[in-house]
């Protein structure tokens, strides 16, 4: 274990023998740290936090502070669980849930750029990607290997789907269907995240069939397009997904507002 003489380190908090801390850092007594992590100068990590093995926290971050609710109550006991190989740039801020037994969730391999703000009670899965001063409101639930652009804010209670891309400077306060491109203020959805689905190996047949389903989703109310999409023939993970996110409940509604400005193109090339 490498720590700065000058940081403070709680008797009580439980951290792995390999992890480096660097100089007037301050760890809390209920702070768990995984084998290999590395916490820069000036970090704050307090609360009930478990930070997984591998991750990189550079200066000035904070880490596990109570919410930002003024329903928290202070005898709460809430967590902030972060999981493994996970990249928090400076000043990030992860605060912990509220409600007793409660807890914000960070996956794994993440990368959350300089002064993204995760609140309370959000739950981010694994390989996204957060850019600089992006800020999520509580109960925020993002899906894996979604790209938020830089200056985002987004909505309480707001779903993001899986390899969504929401561009930079939106105002998202509906929830983004997976597989989607969607930028604005307020968001408009520009269709399908194409180059997002083939970098990850998802098929032409596949695509084309969440572009038609996506057609159908910006035309009819989401009782009728449900009914068509699900007659669709084709058994991908990627649609059954596309269509359990279309049905579950959303507390605020979701994005099939289309750009008025640009037409996708019906031509092959474009998947």
């Given at each position: 274990m490498s720590i700065h003489p000058s940081?403070?380190?709680?008797?009580?908090?439980?951290?792995?023998?390999?992890?480096?801390?660097g100089p007037f850092s301050v760890i809390g007594p209920d702070v768990q740290i995984g084998s290999g992590c590395v916490i820069d100068a000036n970090v704050r990590i307090t609360g009930h936090t478990e930070i997984g093995p591998g991750c990189r926290i550079f200066q000035g971050a904070v880490i596990g502070m109570p919410p930002q609710d003024l329903k928290f109550k202070s005898a709460e006991t809430t967590y902030l669980k972060i999981g493994k190989n996970n990249i928090i740039r400076e000043f990030v801020t992860l605060h912990c849930a509220t409600g007793a037994g409660n807890a914000t969730v960070i996956g794994d391999n993440n990368f959350l750029m300089a002064y993204v703000?995760?609140?309370h009670n959000c739950v981010l899965g694994s390989n996204i990607i957060v850019s600089n001063v992006s800020s999520f409101a509580g109960h925020v639930y993002i899906e894996d290997n979604a790209v938020i652009g830089g200056m985002t804010g987004v909505h309480q209670f707001v779903r993001i789907g899986r390899f969504a891309m929401v561009g930079g400077c939106s105002r998202i306060t509906k929830d983004i269907p997976p597989y989607s491109t969607v930028a604005?203020?307020?968001e408009r959805f520009y269709g399908l995240n194409v180059v997002g689905l083939r970098r990850h190996g998802i098929d032409l047949a596949t695509r084309t069939a969440l572009k038609k389903a996506y057609g159908v989703l910006c035309s009819k109310n989401r009782a009728q397009a449900i009914l068509e999409i699900e007659s669709m023939k084709n058994d991908s993970p990627e649609m059954a997904h596309l269509i359990e996110f279309v049905k579950a409940d959303s507390k605020r509604g979701i994005c099939f507002r289309r750009d008025k400005v640009r037409k996708d193109s019906d031509k092959d090339s474009v998947l």
């Open positions: 940081s403070i380190i709680d008797p009580s908090a439980k951290i792995a023998e390999d992890v480096e801390i703000h995760v609140g604005g203020s307020p």
